[in-house]
């Protein structure tokens, strides 16, 4: 069965006929050989989910739906050394449906998020990977632990192997954190018996609290 290609789409929609970007059009042409009267899904990122056919650098649409966001859950991540590590994180994030990423600014953290423009590439790369309806919110900028809404889990070695009910998880900087860095209420979460990078960390927690 041929592959059916699922596209983010610019939004609002003022018509049945939806403009694919420059990006996706080469895509669709050098890559998976769409041509005109194919299939194809689409979404606006906020929940809905369409079924149209392409033609002519354009997406026909067709029967839609509107999806609840399938979590709530938040992540909260030490940016990961390197763009190669950033971008499996950032992907993986949003093809499991996260509802939320942000960099947190740390005493010990060396990396630095992605510029925006490749942050919300590979944050859409992951939606259209997983077929998904929501865009997974993010944003370029650090934040502080203490503006993180309590109450939140914190992956750390030594906590509680059962998964948290809370829907937000911080997962820190590969040099660990500073003394006192960790308020007390926070819920440590203990993701096993390996260290894990910062990437590794948040997909496996991610995966764990969804």
Known sequence: MRHVPH????NPWTSDRVEVSETQLAHLARVLRIGDGDPVSYTDGEGTLGEGVYEHGLVLR????????????VVVAAPPGNRHRAWFMIEKLSEL????????????????????????????????????AWLMGTSAELVTLSSVTSP???????GSRETPHARTVVIGPEGGWAPGEVPEEAILFDLGSTVLRVETAAVVAAARMI
């Open 7 to 10: 596209l983010m789409l610019g």
């Open 152 to 158: 939140f889990a914190v992956a750390e070695q030594g």
């Open 62 to 73: 067709g029967r839609e739906s509107k999806l609840e966001r399938p979590t709530d859950l």
């Open 97 to 132: 449906g996260v509802a939320e990423l942000r960099f947190l600014e740390t005493r010990h953290g060396q990396g630095r998020p992605p510029r925006e423009d490749r942050l919300r590439s590979w944050v859409v790369a992951g939606l259209e990977q997983s077929r998904g």
